[in-house]
C-alpha cells in the first residue's frame, strides 16, 4: 500500500515554552511492525498545557520543538511490513507509550518502567496532535464499531484510572475516596465503580466540579477548603481528616489525583487499617507524611507511572458499557484551532472536563 | 536450677516485676502473685528479651502514639513454664515450655475475622502503654496466645521468637522471596536477625547498612553479601547511590528500613528498584519528610510494618529445626532481680550488646 499522496499532515507543534503552531511536515515513513494512524480524535492533557506553559515536567524538559498530544485514536490508513494484527480501514485507539518488549521491567509485564519506553509527547518524542502518525501495530487496538473515536480518545486517561483501580486493589465493595474531580479524578471514580466499589466519595475545591461529580461515578462528594494561612499543613490535615470522618467512614482504598502535600497526608488518615493509598497526582518532590500511621495502620503507598496491561481492558470496558465516558467530553476543536483549545483548557472556562481537537 | 524445673508458687512466693514508673524512673519491686482467670494460664516467666522499644518507653516515657500514662512493667519478648492453668484450659498442662505472643486481640472484629489481627483496633499488647508488659517472674495469659516450644527449643530462644517473629513478618510483608535481593538498613538486633531469615531462605545479594563498623562487621560474619557505612554527613541521595552500586546499578528489589530514622528511610526509598518494595520496619519520628515523587514515579511501594501475625508457628519451625543461627545475638544475661543492669547495658552502645535477656 502506497502512502496517502498530497495529503497535508498539519501538526500541532510546541517550539518553546509560550509558542504552539501549526506546521505541515510529512508524512512519516513506515517501518516494520508499525501501521500509519489518521488521527481523528485527541484529548488534551493538563501535562500538555504543562509543557506548552512551562517547556518542560521534572526531568523532562523540551530541547527542541515537539508536537503534542497522546491521547488520541483513528483510522490505519496504511499498514507496514511484518503487521498482522491490523488492515487499512480498522478504527483503532493508540496507547502513546511503546516499550522495548526485551528488557527485565517489560518481560515481568511492568512495561511501564521500561527505561528505553518512547512516551508521544514526552521530549524528544513528538506527540499525536497531527493528521498522520505512525506508530507500533501492537499498541494499536482495535474498536468496535459502536465505540466512537471520541470515546476511544479516552482511553488514555482511562487507563490512570484502570491501573490505579488495581494498584489500590479495589474489591467489590470496598469504599473509595478520591480527592481531585478533574478528568482523571473522575475517570479513577469510573474505573472504582467498574471494578465493583460499593461507595465512592470523591472530593474537590471547586463546588462546580463537585456538581458533575454528583452525577458521574460518585455516591457522595466533599468540598474541601484550602488551609488557612500560618497552619502548618499536618495539623490541617488532621483536622481536616477528622471533619471528613463526621460524614464519612475510613476507606479501603484512597486515590489522590491533586499532588498536595494536605490531600496526599489526609489520603493516609481516610484510610481504613491495612488499606492502600494511590497517588495519581504529581506534586512537590519531597513531602512529609504521617509515618506513625502509615506504620501503626499498614497503610500502603503506591504511586503510579502512566499504566500498563489496561488498553485492552478499556476496549472491552466502553465496548460493554461498563463505563460511559462520553459525558467527559464536553468541547470539541477543530485541528487548525489548535491553539483557541489549549487556551480553552488553560482558562478551565465553561466547565469544561475534557476538551478534545478532531478532525 | 535446669531447665525443665519450674517452681509452682505457694502463698509465700513472691513475685517480682520491672516496673516503669514514668520516664527515667524504672525499678524492681515486688508485685502480687496473678491467679489465672478463665481462658488463661499462669506463666512462670524463664527469660525475656530487652527491645529498643522497652529501651525508649524508659527514657522518653512514649513509644510511636502510645505515651505512658500510668506506671507499668516492660518487656514483651518472653519464654517460661506453665504453673497454673485457668478454668476451662485443655490446650496446656502445668509444666508445659511456651513462647508468650504479647498482643491479645478480640477475635471478632472485621480485621480479626479477616485473619489481619494485628490490626484489632483493640489489641491489648503486653507493654505498649497503657498495659503491663511480661518483665516478671510470674504472668497470666490466655492459653490461646500462648505457643509451646519443643524442648531443643531453650527459653532464650523462645524469647527470641518475638524479635524473629517480625524479622519474618517483615520479609513476608515486603513480599521478598528466594533468589531476590534485599537490602537491610540497620545492623540492630532486628536488621541482624532479618539478615538471618534472609540467608536461611535463599533471599540473595543481601546488602545491609549500618553507621557502626562494628556491627557491620558482625553482619559480615553473618554472611551479608555486601555491607555499606552510612556517614551521616553525606547527603541522602549520594548514600543512595553508593548502594545501588554495590548491586550493579539499579537498587536491591526489597528494602527493609530497620532503623526508623528518617534519612535512612530517605536512603532506603532512593536505593530501591524500579517497581521494588520499600518496608518500614523501623520505629521513629510520627511525621516524616519523603522523596515522594521519587517512589511514585518508579512504583516503589511503601509498606509499613505494625508487629506481626500468624508468625509463632513457622518462627518455632525455623528456630526447631536449627537452620537458624541467631543464639549469638544474646550477648548479655542477667538475672531478673539485676534487671536495671540489663537495662543499662542494653541502652548504651558502647558494650556491644544486640540482645540482652533477662533470666528468671
Not at chain 1, 502513546?96 to 518512547?118: D, F, I
Not at chain 1, 460499593?198 to 466540579?209: E, K, M, N, Q
Not at chain 2, 524445673?5 to 524492681?28: A, C, R
Not at chain 2, 509499613?304 to 519451625?317: K, Q, S
Amino acid at each position: 500500500m502506497s502512502p496517502p499522496q498530497g495529503e497535508m499532515n498539519q501538526c500541532v507543534v510546541l517550539r518553546q515554552k509560550n509558542d504552539i503552531v501549526l506546521e505541515n511536515r510529512p508524512i512519516p515513513q513506515l517501518a516494520h511492525g508499525e501501521v500509519l494512524i489518521n488521527v481523528k480524535a485527541t484529548g488534551i492533557c493538563g501535562s500538555d498545557i504543562h509543557y506548552w506553559l512551562h517547556g518542560g515536567i521534572g526531568d523532562f524538559q523540551l530541547k527542541a520543538p515537539m508536537v503534542l498530544g497522546h491521547e488520541s485514536a483513528g483510522i490505519v490508513a496504511e499498514v507496514g511490513p511484518g503487521v498482522k494484527n491490523l488492515k487499512v480501514g480498522d478504527r483503532v485507539a493508540l496507547e502513546p507509550g511503546v516499550a522495548c518488549r526485551m528488557c527485565e521491567q517489560c518481560k515481568t509485564g511492568r512495561y511501564n518502567l521500561c527505561p528505553e519506553m518512547s512516551f508521544a509527547a514526552t521530549p524528544p518524542i513528538d506527540g499525536t496532535l497531527c493528521n498522520y502518525y505512525k506508530h507500533a501495530a501492537d499498541f494499536c487496538f482495535k474498536l468496535p464499531d459502536h465505540v466512537s473515536l471520541e470515546e476511544a480518545a479516552l482511553i488514555e486517561p482511562l487507563s490512570v484510572g484502570i491501573h490505579s483501580a488495581r494498584r489500590a486493589n479495589i474489591k467489590s465493595g470496598d469504599r473509595v475516596f478520591i480527592f481531585g474531580a478533574g478528568p482523571v479524578g473522575l475517570l479513577c471514580a469510573a474505573a472504582a465503580k467498574a471494578a465493583g466499589a460499593g461507595h465512592v466519595t470523591i472530593a474537590d475545591l471547586v463546588p462546580s466540579r463537585l456538581e458533575f461529580a454528583k452525577n458521574y461515578c460518585t455516591d457522595s462528594q466533599i468540598l474541601l477548603q484550602r488551609s488557612q494561612s500560618g497552619e502548618p499543613n499536618m495539623e490541617f490535615s488532621r483536622r481536616m481528616a477528622k471533619e471528613i470522618l463526621k460524614t464519612e467512614e475510613l476507606a479501603d482504598a484512597v486515590i489522590d489525583c491533586t499532588g498536595a502535600e494536605t490531600c496526599v497526608q489526609m489520603s493516609v488518615l481516610l484510610s481504613k487499617n491495612g488499606g492502600s493509598v494511590v497517588l495519581v497526582g504529581m506534586g512537590g518532590s519531597v513531602q512529609s507524611l504521617p509515618i506513625s500511621e502509615i506504620s501503626s495502620r499498614e497503610v500502603d503507598i503506591k504511586g503510579i507511572f502512566r499504566y500498563c496491561n489496561t488498553y485492552a481492558t478499556g476496549v472491552k470496558m466502553l465496548a460493554s458499557g461498563s463505563i460511559d465516558v462520553k459525558p467527559l467530553i464536553t468541547h470539541t476543536y477543530q485541528l487548525q484551532d489548535a491553539v483557541e483549545a489549549f487556551k480553552h483548557v488553560k482558562e478551565g472556562r465553561d466547565g469544561a472536563i475534557k476538551v478534545q481537537i478532531v478532525a | 536450677m535446669s531447665a525443665q524445673q519450674y517452681q509452682i508458687p505457694d502463698e509465700n512466693t513472691k513475685n517480682y516485676g520491672v516496673l516503669l514508673n514514668k520516664k527515667d524512673d524504672l525499678q524492681v519491686v515486688e508485685i502480687p502473685m496473678p491467679t489465672p482467670a478463665a481462658g488463661e494460664v499462669q506463666v512462670q516467666v524463664k527469660a525475656t528479651g530487652i527491645c529498643g522499644s522497652d529501651i525508649h518507653l524508659w527514657k522518653y516515657g512514649e513509644i510511636g502514639i502510645f505515651p505512658v500514662t500510668q506506671p507499668q512493667l516492660l518487656g514483651h519478648e518472653s519464654a517460661g513454664i506453665v504453673t497454673a492453668l485457668g478454668e476451662g484450659v485443655t490446650t496446656l498442662r502445668v509444666g508445659d515450655r511456651v513462647a508468650i505472643e504479647a498482643g491479645i486481640p478480640c477475635s471478632k472484629c472485621a480485621q480479626c475475622m479477616a485473619g489481619r489481627y494485628h490490626l484489632c483496633p483493640v489489641v491489648v499488647f503486653k507493654s505498649t502503654p497503657p498495659y503491663d508488659g511480661l518483665l516478671a517472674k510470674y504472668c497470666t495469659h490466655p492459653a490461646r496466645w500462648l505457643h509451646k516450644i519443643p524442648d531443643n527449643v531453650s527459653f532464650e530462644q523462645g524469647a527470641l521468637l518475638e524479635p524473629l517473629s517480625v524479622a519474618i513478618s517483615a520479609i513476608e510483608r515486603s513480599g521478598a522471596t528466594f533468589g531476590r535481593s534485599l537490602l537491610i538498613t540497620g545492623a540492630g538486633p532486628i536488621g541482624l536477625i532479618v539478615l538471618a531469615v534472609a540467608k536461611a531462605t535463599g533471599i540473595s545479594p543481601v546488602v545491609i547498612t549500618d553507621v557502626q563498623p562494628s556491627r557491620l562487621q558482625y553482619a559480615k560474619e553473618m554472611g551479608a553479601d555486601y555491607i555499606y557505612q552510612v556517614d551521616p554527613k553525606k547527603p541522602d541521595y549520594e548514600a543512595a547511590k553508593e548502594i545501588r552500586d554495590l548491586v550493579g546499578g539499579e537498587g536491591t528489589e526489597y528494602t527493609l528500613e530497620c532503623t526508623g530514622i528518617e534519612s535512612s528511610f530517605r536512603t532506603a526509598i532512593m536505593a530501591t528498584r524500579d517497581a521494588g518494595v520499600c518496608c518500614l520496619v523501623g520505629v521513629g519520628k510520627n511525621d516524616q519528610s519523603l522523596p515522594v515523587n521519587n517512589f511514585a514515579m518508579r512504583e516503589v511501594d511503601i509498606k509499613g510494618l505494625f508487629r506481626y501475625h500468624h508468625t509463632y508457628p513457622r518462627a518455632i519451625a525455623l528456630m526447631a529445626s536449627g537452620k537458624l543461627n541467631i543464639d549469638h545475638l544474646i550477648t548479655h544475661k542477667y538475672d531478673i532481680m539485676d534487671a536495671l543492669k540489663a537495662f543499662n547495658t542494653a541502652a548504651d552502645y558502647s558494650t556491644g550488646a544486640i540482645k540482652v535477656q533477662i533470666t528468671n
